[in-house]
């Protein structure tokens, strides 16, 4: 994909995403978690130390293969067995009912077909599974809105595909979700068109 892409990109992506004021975030996310958990959008691993001992094993799809090494450091010492596997959320390679939670970190505003992926995550999810997400996406602020369409080709090439103006809760609401939590908030510390934030937890309705 070149160099940016492969190499610097990563990095900075790493670098920015364990910054420590995403730590609190990501607790707060995983904390309900337990059993056997998808990861989608692994990124580099940063997820891990966030995670209950309530987790059985966690399976992870990743289709870049960002700083290997590190993934690599990083799942040796995780407190469940990890797999990695460089797969895209379109076409996940488990049967259907498989696992307990499936999680989504800052992963749904990259993915492609974001819709076919939301169908897979509820097709893999036990018939009493839950769908975790913690997401930046589309302000309810109109102002706000409107410069996150006009910046995005601009985040899209510079941030490798990321979009900043997925209405998220929409788009799981669409999938076939309904929400058992969902929290709205503006990140401390992000430019707004970035920190828009969405978590929650969601079930299947045809569940």
């Not at 900075?12 to 056997?36: I, N, T, Y």
């Not at 499936?102 to 077909?113: E, F, G, H």
Request: proline share 7%; with cysteine; hydrophobic share 40%.
């Amino acid at each position: 994909m070149g160099l940016y892409a492969d190499f610097i990109f990563p990095r900075m992506m790493d670098w920015v995403m364990s910054r420590p004021g995403f730590h609190p975030l990501r607790q707060q996310a995983l904390e309900k978690v337990s059993g056997r958990v998808l990861e989608i959008g692994f990124g580099t691993g940063l997820n891990l130390p966030h995670y209950p001992n309530t987790l059985t094993w966690l399976s992870a799809i990743e289709p870049g293969n960002f700083l290997p090494n590190r993934v690599a450091e990083r799942t040796i010492h995780a407190a469940m067995p990890v797999e990695v596997l460089h797969e895209r959320a379109e076409r996940l390679p488990w049967e259907d009912g498989r696992f307990d939670y499936v999680v989504s970190t800052w992963t749904l505003c990259t993915i492609a077909d974001v819709s076919a992926a939301l169908r897979e995550v509820q097709r893999v999810l036990k018939p009493d599974g839950r769908f975790v997400f913690l997401e930046h996406g589309l302000s309810d602020d109109a102002t706000i809105a409107k410069w996150q369409t006009r910046l995005n080709p601009f985040q899209r090439f510079f941030a490798c595909g990321c979009n900043l103006n997925r209405p998220i809760d929409r788009l799981i609401r669409d999938a076939g979700f309904s929400f058992d939590e969902l929290h709205r908030f503006v990140m401390d510390g992000v430019p707004r068109i970035a920190g828009e934030m969405y978590r929650g937890i969601a079930r299947p309705s045809r569940h």
